[in-house]
């Protein structure tokens, strides 16, 4: 935590209230906990995760980096000195609760599917094995000791199949370097950081879900009274995505006192955008309205958003798997009505 932050009026109260937070920190962990039982997938996981955290080191610098630990708490760091009531601990879990579910649910509507499509082409796969390593050598031994002449459709599937049972091990490496990969990833920098507890839901979420994550963490800590340029410098360290992490930490640099949209490097690409607009707001109120107006809006952006290019390399996965399997039948299915014309022929 740099020393500007602990500089900061706002520090040493806020950390204050984090020891009497602090005795309590099992009931927040219990209440986040049955609030997870009401949920599935990711958020279930998020909410289990965060829970985790309270009944372990639950350190007050961590808490003003992560923006969902925050959130569970910001109605407790506001209110007034003196025993954390089980009433109180129950209000602020919920109202994180309620922030985290419209953060987890910006997830693009075809990162949903991802896990189902990647497992069904992983069993297809399997299946492809199968065929390769049991069926399509029986059936060229068979067709070879009958002597049929297969079609160049045959010849091709048994040839694809031979190379298959040549490499067929590396599924399992790949499978196996997935897993290794999302242990890294989840130890490192990053995977701490980020919301998401695999690299595929990191890695694919959008930049407008992330700008909106950051406006949800600066709303939040300029509500618990840092000032701006503090603001920026946490919400900075949140973020995934290093350029919106330099940007930020850029922005915490910048006097922005008499600053017009038409100025400045600190400007996003468009210097009319929502956030130049909620950075440049003179009152403290307005400010933390905006952004969390833009969160709002940024998450729903980043739910209806079309990743295009995810959406066509599964529609062309799946056309060529099928055009494997019409092949495959063929293969087989030709050379077996051969088989069976010669056998009944010969009676």
């Not at 399997?126 to 067709?143: G, K, Q, R, T």
Request: hydrophobic share 50%.
């Amino acid at each position: 935590m740099g020393n500007s932050i602990k500089s900061d009026p706002v520090y040493e109260p806020l950390k204050s209230r984090w020891r009497d937070i602090y005795e309590s920190k099992s009931e927040f962990a219990n209440d986040l906990t049955t609030l997870s039982h009401e949920t599935d997938g990711i958020l279930k996981s998020n909410l289990l995760q965060i829970a985790a955290w309270f009944n372990q080191d639950a350190r007050f610098d961590k808490l003003l980096e992560r923006p969902e630990l925050l959130a569970t708490c910001v109605t407790a760091l506001k209110s007034k000195s003196g025993p954390i009531e089980p009433k109180l601990v129950e209000q602020s879990a919920h109202n994180g609760f309620f922030q985290i579910v419209n953060n987890v649910s910006s997830r693009p509507q075809i990162m949903k599917l991802l896990k189902f499509r990647l497992a069904l082409l992983f069993i297809i796969g399997v299946l492809l094995i199968i065929f390769s390593v049991f069926l399509a050598p029986a059936f060229e031994l068979i067709y070879g000791d009958f002597e049929i002449k297969i079609p160049s459709v045959t010849a091709l599937v048994f040839t694809v199949s031979r190379l298959i049972r040549a490499i067929w091990w590396l599924l399992p490496i790949l499978l196996l370097g997935f897993f290794i990969q999302n242990t890294i990833w989840r130890c490192s920098l990053a995977g701490k950081k980020s919301l998401f507890n695999n690299w595929i839901d990191h890695e694919f979420k959008s930049t407008r879900g992330e700008l909106g994550n950051w406006c949800w963490h600066t709303a939040m800590l300029l509500e618990l009274g840092f000032s701006p340029k503090n603001a920026y410098l946490l919400a900075g360290k949140s973020v995934t995505k290093n350029w919106i992490s330099h940007w930020s930490h850029s922005l915490a640099q910048v006097p922005l006192i008499d600053t017009s949209p038409q100025e400045g490097d600190w400007l996003l690409d468009d210097k009319f955008d929502l956030i130049n607009q909620a950075i440049l707001t003179p009152s403290h109120q307005s400010k933390i309205a905006l952004l969390n107006e833009i969160s709002n809006y940024y998450w729903s952006r980043s739910h209806t958003t079309n990743q295009w290019w995810i959406q066509l390399i599964f529609t062309l996965l799946f056309w060529l798997i099928g055009l494997l399997a019409l092949l495959a039948v063929l293969a087989i299915g030709l050379p077996l009505i051969s088989l069976i014309a010669a056998l009944t022929g010969g009676f």
